[in-house]
C-alpha cells in the first residue's frame, strides 16, 4: 500500500505562485512513477505533470509548461509541484498520484491523494 497526503494549496491572485507538495508512504516500487492531476468543477479530472524515478523523465500538459515545475525529494519521500505565472483557469482541486510506470493517463495511477484546492482569483 501507498498513502499520499498533498498541502500547499490555497489562494493566490493571477501571477502568483504556489507550491504542492505529496508526502508519500508506503511500498517504493509502487510509486516509481508519481503524477499530479487537477480536476475544476464539473469538468473530468486532468494530467498536469509526472516524473519517473528509474529514468528520470518528466512530462508536463501543454498548459503549464514553463510555469509548472514537478521535483522530488527522495530523502523526504515528496514530491513537490512549483507553480508560477499561475492563471484562474489553473483553479482545480489538485491531486498527487502514484504508479509504477510514468504516464499522462490517470487510469495507469494505483494511489491518489485527497485532494488540495487550489483557487487563484482574477
Known amino acids: 500500500q501507498v498513502q499520499l ?9 493571477t501571477g502568483g505562485s504556489l507550491r504542492l507538495s505529496c508526502a508519500a508512504s508506503g511500498r517504493t516500487f509502487s510509486r516509481n512513477a508519481m503524477g499530479w492531476f487537477r480536476q475544476a468543477p464539473g469538468k473530468e479530472r486532468d494530467f498536469v505533470a509526472a516524473n ?15 510555469r509548472f515545475t514537478i521535483s522530488r525529494d527522495n530523502a523526504k519521500n515528496t514530491v513537490y509541484l512549483q507553480m508560477n505565472s499561475l492563471k484562474p483557469e489553473d483553479t482545480a482541486v489538485y491531486y498527487c498520484a502514484a ?11 494505483d494511489y491518489w491523494g485527497q485532494g488540495t484546492q487550489v483557487t487563484v482569483s482574477s
Open 5 to 13: 497526503v498533498e498541502s500547499g494549496g490555497g489562494l493566490v491572485q
Open 52 to 66: 519517473t524515478y528509474s529514468s528520470g523523465n518528466t512530462w508536463y500538459a501543454d498548459s503549464v509548461k514553463g
Open 99 to 109: 504508479g509504477r510506470v510514468g504516464s499522462s493517463d490517470a487510469w495507469r495511477y
